[in-house]
């Protein structure tokens, strides 16, 4: 049994997910898991006797323009390390994360081992900003160990950073109790899509680096040769913009916008196909939960896309921007009842084999036991 520490981004997005799943899943197996956040990961939804939630606590001094969460971060985890006697002290992004665990480490009396995965943002964030380069080097060089969510995120790593390290990589994984393909006519009824008509789904957060326009403008081309419907789900900066596009298509009776939902296994267990076609993506975790569900995924030949999606098999890698040919796949799947199911049946093997998450918690925990016997 060991006592980890998780500290993680808690709102939504993948790298939240994967952090309180990685801990549930921990759990199980009989570790103790010791969350340090600044709120209840939003996936832990029941009691779970094995974790606990410590939470970052923001105090606002009328003399700070700004609260200091990497303080209030470091020294909560510090606290942690010492009050539980922490072996492991997993943080998701190196920036500001590492950074506060190592600060951490230094404050405690108690030695822990610092294991910092890297999702992708905080690598593609020097392109808005290198000053922050040389610390998340040394958030990176001063772990103990360094995961990513895949090679692309590795040699991203190395040319933007120049550091001098190992870094594993270690897939995404799905919680296959939730992700899964179920029955269910009922809803797509709900959402007035008839029984004959072909579902098109994007999950995303809606910022610039998802291209959502390039998602409708694909469909607008898919929808002339398809009788379909475009499922958009989850909220962001690019909404309205792409509400308003939609509109100028004349698409409005083919476009849900859906807003940001919690049971996206259900919606993906109704949908043909899912797009995404972002210009910046480590993983795609959508894509993995959209494979999980059989749903067969078109994407761009960008960043981890490649290494998720099989071309020809569980989907298709188009280039970036490259709408006709997104849209040329996605009608020749759609039409011919065979190769779609012949497709959504490769993606859900894809998806158990590669990335099964018995394998994934595996990886995580025997790079744990390395280090705790000092071979790493
Ligand atoms: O994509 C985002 O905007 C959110 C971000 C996050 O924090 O979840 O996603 C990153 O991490 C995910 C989990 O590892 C990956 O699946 C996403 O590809 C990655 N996003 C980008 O690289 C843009």
């Not at 539980?84 to 920036?95: G, Q, S, T």
């Not at 909220?235 to 919690?262: I, R």
Request: hydrophobic share 40%; with cysteine; glycine share 6%.
């Amino acid at each position: 049994m060991r006592k980890i520490g998780i500290t993680c981004y808690p709102t939504v997005g993948g790298s939240g997910i994967i952090a309180t799943e990685l801990g549930m899943l921990l759990a199980e197996q009989g570790n103790e898991i010791h969350f340090i956040t600044s709120g209840l990961p939003f996936r832990l939804n029941h009691v779970y006797p094995k974790i606990y939630f410590h939470e970052v606590e923001l105090n606002h001094y009328p003399v700070f323009q700004y609260p200091p969460y990497d303080f209030a971060l470091a020294t909560k985890m510090a606290e942690v390390i010492d009050q539980e006697k922490l072996d492991i002290l997993h943080v998701h992004y190196a920036m500001p994360h590492a950074i506060c665990a190592l600060l951490a480490k230094d404050i405690a009396k108690h030695d822990v081992k610092i294991v910092t995965t890297l999702h992708g943002t905080d690598i593609t964030v020097l392109g808005i900003d290198r000053t922050f380069k040389k610390m998340i080097k040394y958030g990176i060089e001063n772990s103990d160990a360094v995961t990513a969510v895949s090679s692309s995120l590795v040699n991203q790593t190395v040319d933007m950073l120049e550091v001098n390290k190992d870094i594993d990589v270690i897939y995404n994984f799905v919680n296959e109790q939730e992700y899964y393909k179920k029955e269910l006519p009922a809803i797509k009824q709900q959402y007035g899509i008839q029984s004959d008509e072909k579902v098109i789904i994007h999950v995303s957060n809606f910022r610039k680096v998802k291209r959502t326009e390039d998602v409708i403008r694909t469909f607008y081309k898919i929808r002339k040769k398809v009788n379909s419907k475009l499922l958009l789900v989850g909220d962001g900066p690019d909404y309205a913009d792409a509400n308003e596009l939609v509109h100028k298509l004349g698409l409005t009776e083919s476009v849900l916008f859906l807003g940001q939902q919690k049971n996206i296994s259900d919606l993906l267990s109704i949908s043909d196909l899912k797009l995404l076609l972002s210009d910046k993506e480590s993983f795609g975790l959508v894509l993995l939960e959209a494979m999980s569900c059989e749903v067969p995924c078109i994407g761009t030949n960008i960043g981890g896309i490649p290494e998720v999606i099989k071309h020809n098999e569980t989907g298709y890698i188009i280039e970036l921007g490259d709408l006709d040919n997104a849209a040329q796949y996605a009608i020749q799947l759609l039409n011919d009842p065979d190769l779609l199911e012949q497709f959504s049946k490769n993606a859900l093997m894809h998806a158990r084999n590669k990335f099964h998450s018995k394998k994934i918690v595996e990886q995580y925990s025997s790079l744990y036991d390395k280090l705790l016997t000092n071979q790493k």
